[in-house]
């Protein structure tokens, strides 16, 4: 006789088989795969796939402005080979703001290998291209970078035999040299700690600003030539602001022979230069004390 105790056990063994069922055929209808597919590591690679096809959509993408932009956030990758292969392919794009973006990328990258890439884009027909390649040169510490700002500064090339002579003749258009600067932002117009009058020669649209840029990266350059031309900038310069950034990029340099050449401007008209050559002599002198022996 089946007693009122039985039939409890029996609905229990019942309960707990056929949920020992369910729970045992779980792992067997496919869904243990479904879970090793969402992995953390294959939805990380899944996420990097999905950027980067968005990205070469855009690298490719008919508009040049979605080229442009594409590139441009091509920097947030430095040391990626992938990256720096396509702003390298970029600099080779038929629209001049593309390729001005891959070579500012291509520095902001630090691409050393994109060197040989970005002193050809200095033969560039466009000079924001020129110029942007000349900047990211310069970042990468290259001294062909050196040749520009040199011609920037004086309006000439260094050597006879530099194949840029047809950029720096663009380069002699003050409104165009100034509006390159200010618009690609390629550090080539000093912002930072501009000065009141650096500011009244901006609104004139005067090219100055971007020449006493050019001075100032000139302080590394360590060729004779351009300490030469900072000196005699630095005496006779038409604009204020152009002489002053030369007597920094001297008072840099640190060589103290360039202080009796200088010794004239201590009587010079514009009391801001005399200033400023007064600091630039003592600096020369300082450096002279520290290094008895040098050039």
Not at 55 to 72: E, I, T
Not at 112 to 127: E, F, N, R, T
Not at 132 to 159: F, T
């Amino acid at each position: 006789m089946f007693t009122l105790a039985a039939s409890r056990v029996v609905l229990i063994v019942v309960l707990t088989t056929g949920l020992s069922a369910q729970q045992g055929a779980s792992p067997s209808n496919g869904t243990t795969q479904q879970l090793k597919a969402k992995s953390p590591e294959k939805k990380t690679s899944q996420y990097r796939e999905d950027a980067w096809k968005v990205l070469w959509m855009g690298l490719r993408h008919a508009k040049p402005s979605n080229r442009r932009d594409a590139v441009k956030a091509l920097s947030l990758l430095p040391g990626d080979r992938t990256a720096i292969r396509e702003a390298v392919t970029a600099l080779s794009d038929p629209d001049d703001k593309v390729r001005t973006a891959a070579a500012v990328t291509l520095g902001q990258l630090n691409a050393k290998s994109a060197i040989p890439a970005l002193k050809d884009a200095l033969s560039d027909d466009d000079v924001r291209v020129m110029l942007a390649a000349a900047h990211s040169l310069y970042v990468l510490k290259d001294p062909s970078a050196y040749d520009i700002y040199y011609a920037i500064l004086m309006g000439d090339k260094k050597a006879s035999n530099s194949p840029l002579q047809e950029q720096i003749n663009r380069l002699k258009d003050p409104k165009q040299l100034f509006e390159i600067g200010l618009q690609e932002g390629l550090g080539v117009v000093p912002y930072g700690g501009m000065g009141y009058e650096a500011y009244k020669e901006l609104l004139k649209h005067d090219n100055a600003p971007v020449r006493a840029a050019a001075a100032r990266i000139l302080a590394l350059d360590p060729d004779s030539i351009t300490e030469d031309a900072l000196v005699q900038t630095a005496l006779a310069d038409k604009n204020t602001i152009v002489r002053e950034a030369a007597l920094d990029a001297l008072a840099q340099r640190g060589d103290p022979r360039c202080i009796e050449r200088l010794q004239m401007n201590l009587h010079d008209e514009k009391y801001a230069i005399r200033y400023r050559t007064a600091a630039a002599i003592l600096e020369l002198s300082r450096a002279h004390r520290r290094r008895p022996s040098s050039r």
